[in-house]
């Protein structure tokens, strides 16, 4: 599966999923999906992934599990709900089924 478009641009774009995880307080979640995804991360970004993860830098590629420890309110559910809609509407595949 190709993304048509990356994360860290449909978390941008207001006509994408930029309006979904608004502003600074959710940043850490940015990063986390955006390494997830694949993505090369900024050098301030990987500070942060560094710090949230105790890993030197991101994957590089997508990742097939991620695991979190995530307090109550912590914004799991808007988070994932961002990959879910970016793996069902942003994503070229040439399936027609995605196992879960």
């Known amino acids: 599966m190709k993304p048509k478009v990356s994360l860290r641009r449909a978390l941008s774009d207001g006509k994408l999923l930029g309006n979904a995880l608004p502003g600074p307080s959710w940043q850490a979640w940015h990063i986390l999906l955006i390494a997830a995804?694949?993505?090369?991360?900024?050098?301030?970004?990987?500070?942060?992934?560094?710090?949230?993860?105790?890993r030197a830098c991101e994957p590089g590629k997508p990742v097939l599990e991620l695991v979190a420890i995530v307090g109550r309110r912590g914004g799991k559910s808007r988070a994932?709900?961002?990959?879910?809609?970016?793996?069902?509407?942003?994503?070229?595949s040439s399936r027609h089924t995605i196992a879960r």
Do not use: P, Q, Y
Not at 38 to 54: P, V
Not at 80 to 87: F, I, P, S, T
């Open 37 to 54: 995804a694949g993505e090369r991360l900024l050098d301030h970004e990987r500070k942060i992934f560094r710090k949230l993860t105790g």
């Open 80 to 92: 994932v709900r961002d990959v879910d809609v970016l793996a069902g509407c942003l994503v070229r």
